[in-house]
């Protein structure tokens, strides 16, 4: 049995979109958050030699080959949840997240972007999940341009940005 190809790219904020979509906007992005959640958790390399090198990941469905073509990083996060009694947290795709750890952020050399470390379990996906261009406003007040470094004021603790390539 065949199995059905769908071809998906991932903006530098988080939107899941459809290869074939023209106009890309808040409108034509996917939003359900389950199916968000299912792609997202089943995300892995792609190691087919016809698809891959557009194509770097794969979220496989069944019967279905969920191909995904990131602008930046296969992970997003969008929305940084702060909480009193458990750690906070980086959430991306529908309703998945992440435990937050400023000690992991760092900017991109070359892009100005600002990265996340990502958990040793999802390492397969690479080794930082990118902070969209919102969330980084949010936290833009609480960036600290200390010497020649940038520090990250969370709670009552400074922490140094680091810097990727």
Known sequence: MRSRKYFYTLDLNGRLFLEETRHRNMTSCLKDEKFLDFFFKRLKPNFDSS???KYPFVSPCGNELNFLA???T??????LMLNK???S??????RL???F????LAFGRDSGRLYARLPKSMVSLGEYGLLSSSLVNELSSNLH???EKTHLRFGDSFFEVGEID
């Open 51 to 53: 698809t891959a090198s």
């Open 85 to 87: 009694s458990i750690p």
């Open 89 to 94: 947290a980086l959430q991306y795709a529908g």
């Open 70 to 72: 990131p602008e930046d």
């Open 74 to 79: 296969p992970i997003v996060f969008n929305k």
């Open 145 to 147: 341009f200390l010497g």
């Open 101 to 104: 750890d400023p000690r992991g």
């Open 97 to 99: 997240a992440i435990e």
